[in-house]
């Protein structure tokens, strides 16, 4: 077992790991920033906060923000910057992110990245942020959005040809009914992967030049991938 794996493993026993400050998983729809999320929570106490998780609580609870960001997610298009960076700033008041969290899925946009860097430095920047891009090719992300299935009840997530569960379309922790997410279909995949081309991609490349950033390869099991993340942030944080 190599030292991150172990580090991954004896994290679970203690739950003892430093933690690690403010860290964003980037990458493509699909590459596993959530999988990797909760890999990640597990490992340092620190919450993921995903930004569609949020706002699809919204349009499940019918509030002003999810009434508007509903129709754009259908879409596959994005929600405008300002409604998303006031509902992730409300959530880092809460106190559970004081020692760091796990952006899922945000920023998104350049002008998000911006607003997150201006955040920060007004707090003073205490630790400051490491970027994580996940890679995966397009062929694969097809095939992971489109098998796609989450139990409704526990979150966990399968896919009907990598991981598919014991019982066609029932979870097999909770035996509750198999969803799809309304936007994990082929047409609106290809414009996510738009949205992400145009929009998304480039905030990649602004972490990459500040620095604190590592890249990834999200084909691998997902263990793999969390020692994977765990080393380049013990190395990144030295
Ligand atoms: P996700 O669960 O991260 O794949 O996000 C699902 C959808 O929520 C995206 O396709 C967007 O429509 C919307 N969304 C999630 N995060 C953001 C964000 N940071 N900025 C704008 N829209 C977002």
Redesign the pocket.
């Known amino acids: 077992m190599s030292s991150s794996m172990y580090a991954v493993e004896k994290g679970r026993e203690t739950g003892s790991n430093t933690a690690p400050g403010p860290i964003l998983l980037l990458g493509a729809?699909g590459v596993g920033?959530?999988t990797q999320a909760k890999e990640l929570v597990k490992l340092w106490g620190i919450p993921q906060i995903?930004?569609?998780?949020l706002?699809?609580a919204n349009v499940a609870k019918g509030t002003p923000l999810g009434k508007v960001?509903k129709e754009?997610?259908g879409r596959?298009?994005?929600?405008?910057?300002s409604l998303?960076d006031e509902m992730v700033a409300a959530r880092l008041k809460e106190p559970d992110t004081a020692k760091g969290y796990i952006l899922?899925?945000?920023?998104?946009?350049l002008g998000?990245a911006n607003w997150l860097d201006g955040r920060l430095a007004a707090e003073g920047n205490a630790l400051p942020v490491i970027a994580v891009s996940i890679q995966v090719d397009y062929n694969q992300l097809l095939r992971r959005i489109t098998g796609r299935r989450n139990c409704p009840v526990c979150a966990t997530i399968y896919n009907i040809f990598m991981n598919p569960p014991k019982r066609d379309g029932f979870c097999d922790v909770e035996g509750a009914a198999l969803v799809q997410?309304a936007?994990d279909t082929e047409n609106v995949f290809k414009e996510?992967m738009r949205?992400y081309a145009g929009l998304t991609a480039p905030v990649v490349e602004h972490y990459r030049q500040l620095g604190r950033f590592a890249e990834v390869n999200g084909d691998r099991p997902i263990q793999v991938i969390a020692a994977g993340i765990v080393d380049a942030v013990e190395r990144l944080r030295k």
Do not use: H, N
């Open positions: 729809p920033k959530g995903s930004t569609g998780d706002l699809r960001a754009l997610m596959g298009e994005l929600v405008p910057d998303v899922d899925g945000f920023p998104r946009t998000q997410r936007d996510r949205a």
